[in-house]
């Protein structure tokens, strides 16, 4: 069995026997609408075919209008088809799909999850037009919600027992290495965890001490 399969048998098996409890964490969400809009405020036309990496139960997917999913995790798909959702059950680090075949790749929360980043960025890069976007959202390490996350982990939380999280400059570091140059930036996500109660408008820039940020990124042009 190899690493990578290894590795995502592992970290999907909470969100695979626990689907149902993940999906409910986001019934009623004021911590889901600051999520949302801080990626309805990423300046980037609508586009497709559109690819979500790591959509899970479908809820940004279902929110944003991408079409279509994967996951390495079942049970979560299940759910995703009930919101009209196309999916398929596979990994980030090895896309099912033909290269220079897609508009739009994004990944919400779903980068801290798998067994290679590198990889993952790599083939989205791959399967992407020349004149797509990857649109990547993450928690940083560094902020309130990153260093909570990160506690949790330690903890022995079930769902970030296998997360692993990263800065801003990482981030920027590995879509530059895999050929992206970035669009725009939001951050949002300024209250602390379990004190989130208003509404958040996103800001323009990486902020490394929010608690999401959103990255729209393009495909360098080749020569």
Partial sequence: MSSTRSHWQDSSKVFNQRAEEYDSWFNNSLLYDIEIAAVRALSIPAS???LEIGVGPGRFAEGLGSGFGIDPAFAPLEISKTRDIAVCQAVGEALPFCSSSLAKVSLFFTLCFVQNPAEVIQES??????????????????????????????????????????????????????????????SSLYQAPGEVNQMESPKPGLDENAGFIVIAASKKQTS
């Fill in 48 to 50: 497709a075919p559109a």
């Fill in 125 to 186: 890069h791959r399967v992407l037009q020349e004149s797509g976007h990857l649109v990547l959202g993450f928690v940083p390490a560094t902020g309130k919600w990153g260093i909570n996350l990160q506690q949790r982990k330690q903890a022995g939380h079930p769902f970030y027992e296998h997360a692993n999280f990263f800065t801003v400059k990482e981030i920027e570091r590995l879509l530059a290495e895999k050929g992206f140059s970035l669009v725009t930036t939001v």
